[in-house]
């Protein structure tokens, strides 16, 4: 079975930092890209980053909203990925979503993880 | 505020037949596939629809998408009651290098 995993989250100050992770299984994690995906209290979807795989030189992008603050990794040989987290600001409340796009349903975000709370407060 | 338009509710009687839109721009769905995710409360995402029309094995053929110029769409034929749910629509967009645009979402009620 196709799976995703996160946790690593939980409540920080602002101006704190918090690194995630997302476990996969069930698929070749090494040749697939990985993206974040975050979803604030009853709000929308909003994707955050990505990362491609080794054949594709591990290439990141960020979204504006969390450039220069953020930062995505992967362990190919853990089969785990990991949203590093800094500076945070209220407004980075949100559920935290690891996905990846299926070559099987070019290129639709399937499966998705069952989302990791970060709340951000004093 | 979410790159793409949606409208934030929509409704219809079981049974009924309903729409959602979303409108983007020639850098996301005018350039590429749209794609639509249903989600209800406290759970993840599900992709509903890829490349513009198709459907994952496990999703029932009363939901439907379509794509014209840089607006698409997902109809619910036969509407019931466990179709209440959020529905966003997504696109890769050229200007972001990689990264895909949602909607804002678009809470569908069965009355």
């Known amino acids: 079975e196709v799976q995703l995993v996160e946790s690593g989250g939980g409540l920080v100050q602002p101006g704190g930092s918090l690194k995630l992770s997302c476990a996969a299984s069930g698929f070749t994690f090494s040749g697939s890209a990985m993206h974040w995906v975050r979803q604030a209290p009853g709000k929308g979807l909003e994707s955050i980053g990505r990362i491609r795989s080794k054949a594709n030189s591990y290439a990141t992008v960020y979204a504006a909203s969390v450039k220069g603050r953020f930062t995505i990794s992967r362990d190919d040989s853990k089969k785990t990925v990991y949203l590093q987290m800094n500076n945070l600001t209220i407004e980075d409340t949100a559920v935290y979503y690891c996905?990846?796009?299926?070559?099987?349903?070019?290129?639709?975000?399937?499966?998705w993880g069952q989302g990791t709370l970060v709340t951000v407060s004093s | 505020q979410s790159v793409l338009a949606q409208p934030p509710s929509a409704s219809g009687t079981p049974g009924q037949r309903v729409t959602i839109s979303c409108s983007g721009s020639s850098s996301n769905i005018g350039s590429n596939y749209v794609y639509w995710y249903q989600q209800f409360p406290g759970t993840a995402p599900r992709l509903l629809i890829y490349?513009?029309?198709q459907r994952p094995p496990g999703v029932p053929d009363r939901f439907s998408g379509s794509k014209s110029g840089t607006s698409a769409s997902l109809a619910i034929s036969g509407l019931r009651s466990e179709d209440e749910a959020d529905y966003y629509c997504?696109?890769?967009?050229?200007?972001?290098?990689?990264?895909?645009?949602f909607g804002g979402g678009t809470k569908l009620t069965a009355l």
């Open positions: 490349r513009n029309n």
């Open positions: 997504a696109a890769w967009d050229d200007s972001l290098s990689g990264l895909v645009v």
């Open positions: 996905t990846r796009p299926n070559g099987n349903l070019p290129e639709g975000f399937d499966p």
